[in-house]
């Protein structure tokens, strides 16, 4: 997987916000929501049938999950049971990387076991680590990137109110902008052996797979931002699979798409993070 580095050059098509974005709804933010949203790939769904597990993710685009050897993903809980003993004042549950992170929640009434990730990193759902550097010098660069470098003029929440959505996709976002540059290099001059870039497309490769789980969605808004990263890590994983030396036209259009697709989220990040959301959100997108 691609390190993380001190370095970071700068992607100059993110700084005007408005002109990299593109229209997406989402409903007011509420501070004191913590139900469980399921969103495309942060949540599955297995319907418990005859004594087996078939995993089905909820979302347009269903695949069946890869299971563990005892036939289950994640620890078994209740949505009571983790609103009593890890939603903070806001209402988010938020539950420790070395606490089991990815939970199967089970709902009254019903067959369907929603399993999903609670921490605030995108995870593998299997091993419930880290796809990504979680690093406090990675958020102490990353946080500032995405708020006040971006628009000085607006005011931010803190890390501490932001969803467990928003904060991984600050880690997550922040290694993929680096991809992106590095990847931009390795065109420029038409090098594409250095270890940068291999680690650059390993990283896309792994957030592309099915098993990468982003956080469970517990604010409307997180929905709209879940859907703009997958549809960013779909194009990231379909440029690391390509051969740039094979046919490097078709690699510089499918970046053009990862690098569009990444900056639609990451712009989206920023006023998502900032304090009057509602009224950027309807400036920007409109209503």
Not at 12 to 33: D, N, P, R, Y
Not at 61 to 82: F, M, N, Q, V
Not at 238 to 250: N, R, S
């Amino acid at each position: 997987m691609m390190k993380w580095n001190d370095t970071i050059k700068t992607f100059t098509v993110m700084f005007s916000v408005a002109a990299i974005l593109t229209a997406c709804g989402g409903g007011a933010k509420e501070t004191s929501s913590s139900s469980e949203t399921s969103s495309s790939n942060a949540a599955v769904t297995e319907t418990v049938a005859n004594g087996s597990n078939a995993g089905e993710e909820t979302g347009s685009d269903a695949k069946e999950s890869s299971l563990t050897d005892d036939g289950k993903i994640g620890k078994d809980s209740t949505l009571e049971e983790l609103k009593q003993q890890y939603a903070d004042k806001l209402g988010y549950i938020r539950i420790p990387l070395n606490d089991h992170p990815v939970r199967r929640v089970s709902e009254n009434d019903s067959k369907n076991i929603n399993v999903a990730n609670y921490s605030d990193a995108v995870v593998d759902m299997n091993a419930e680590v880290p796809i990504h550097s979680d690093s406090q010098r990675l958020i102490d660069d990353a946080f500032p990137y995405f708020t006040t470098v971006q628009a000085p003029d607006e005011s931010y929440v803190t890390w501490e109110e932001a969803t467990n959505l928003e904060r991984a996709m600050v880690k997550t976002l922040f290694i993929a902008r680096e991809g992106l540059l590095i990847t931009e290099d390795a065109m420029k001059n038409k090098d594409y052996s250095s270890t940068s870039f291999q680690d650059a497309m390993d990283f896309f490769r792994v957030t592309a797979k099915f098993e990468s789980m982003a956080p469970v969605a517990q604010h409307p808004r997180d929905i709209t931002l879940s859907t703009l990263y997958d549809k960013a890590r779909t194009s990231w994983g379909k440029l690391a699979e390509m051969d740039p030396e094979q046919d490097e036209a078709a690699f510089a259009e499918m970046y053009k798409t990862a690098r569009s697709d990444a900056n639609n989220a990451m712009g989206l990040l920023n006023v998502l993070l900032s304090t009057n959301e509602e009224e950027r959100v309807e400036e920007i997108y409109g209503k």
